[in-house]
């Protein structure tokens, strides 16, 4: 009873403050029109689909018949001959001088040693190059497929003693050649991501400058002559924090995707556990700091350093695929922005559960140490 008294009265307070809808529904939905609008043109998110051109592929033996037979073969499917046309060279020096005149967009040369790698020589279009990574791959792929059903035949025939076989260009490929597109997030589903996940962080602040406000007016000494334990005066208002950053976030949601269009792609319970375990991880860091420091400035120093830090490591502000690659995947809000634009996205459902794993991971860590913190927050 006396832990719900606290968390109510918490609770209670912090829904009453007109601060609360204008810090933390009004500025962020602000922020995040004007940063989505703003960078809308950016070339980063054009959404543009690409065209996939018709490539005139120059293809050299090299005594090697079979395997250059094979990707011939391989290329008259249905699914491959109409973006690639091959044209036979004799020699490699003759197919690196078309590639230089651009009489051939793509160049491959098959090694004579069965157990050397393809050669691939690159043309100038850049996006002849990546459909051409494809069909190789597919091509490696579908002789791989066809070398194991060779085997499983061999053994059939030697079983029942009936010939079975299958040639490359039966073999369907693994993977459609429409895949390369510009699919990707606009500004605004951009934007509203990181900005959410960022005054997620800021329930940390707040629960920490909350605490150290009851400390500085002697309530929090004064509750310990109550019933009421240390950890249970923490824990309650820690819900309440919890409670209010689950509503900032849901209506951050609904607001900008009515008013602004952002589509989200949500399922609930996604949305619950990402959320709650990014607002947990943020309070037990406010806890912390609200243990190691004795000052609110100090303690708003320190979090905004962390919340900025993180928020700009992982791509929140400026989108450099290169470093959230090298620094952003060690951050908090890294992950908790991957699980959104995933979903928005449609991504493999194991690479959501992979975020929510590695956030899972953080929350156990700082939950760990907070309950070491917990209790000096009253008792000092």
């Not at 607002?279 to 120093?301: D, E, N, P, V």
Request: aromatic share 10%.
């Amino acid at each position: 009873m006396r832990f719900w008294h606290i968390f109510w009265h918490e609770l209670s307070y912090w829904l009453k403050e007109r601060s609360t809808y204008v810090q933390f529904i009004l500025v962020p939905l602000i922020m995040i029109f004007v940063l989505g609008s703003s960078l809308a043109g950016s070339e980063v998110f054009k959404q543009e689909d690409v065209i996939l051109p018709v490539a005139t592929v120059g293809l050299v033996g090299e005594g090697n018949e079979s395997m250059a037979q094979a990707f011939t073969q391989f290329s008259r499917h249905e699914e491959v001959s109409r973006y690639i046309t091959i044209e036979q060279i004799s020699t490699s020096a003759a197919l690196a001088e078309q590639l230089r005149l651009q009489q051939v967009d793509y160049g491959i040369v098959i090694p004579k040693q069965e157990e050397a790698s393809i050669q691939l020589l690159q043309g100038s279009n850049h996006v002849i190059n990546l459909m051409m990574t494809s069909i190789v791959n597919e091509f490696a792929s579908a002789s791989a497929m066809h070398a194991l059903k060779l085997e499983a035949d061999h053994t059939v025939e030697d079983t029942s003693g009936e010939e079975q076989g299958t040639s490359l260009q039966d073999s369907e490929p693994l993977v459609s050649m429409g895949l390369i597109s510009s699919e990707s997030v606009t500004a605004m589903q951009y934007y509203a991501v990181s900005i959410l996940i960022m005054f997620l962080l800021y329930a940390g602040l707040r629960f920490g400058s909350a605490l150290l406000v009851e400390e500085r007016s002697y309530t929090l000494k004064r509750m310990q002559s109550t019933p009421a334990r240390p950890r249970e005066i923490i824990y309650a208002m820690m819900l309440a924090h919890f409670i209010l950053s689950l509503l900032q976030a849901g209506c951050m949601i609904v607001i900008s995707a009515v008013v602004y269009g952002v589509n989200w792609h949500l399922h609930l319970g996604t949305v619950v556990i990402a959320c709650g375990f990014v607002t947990l991880c943020s309070l037990c860091i406010g806890l912390i700091g609200a243990a190691w420091f004795r000052q609110s400035k100090t303690l708003h120093t320190f979090m905004q350093t962390i919340i900025i830090a993180m928020v700009a490591a992982s791509g929140g502000y400026v989108l450099i695929p290169e470093f959230q690659q090298a620094a952003g995947v060690y951050t908090l809000p890294y992950w908790g922005m991957q699980i959104f634009y995933n979903q928005m996205l449609n991504a493999a459902p194991a690479a959501t559960q992979h975020g929510l794993g590695i956030l899972a991971l953080w929350a156990i860590i700082l939950g760990g140490l907070s309950l070491y913190f917990s209790k000096k927050v009253v008792t000092r």
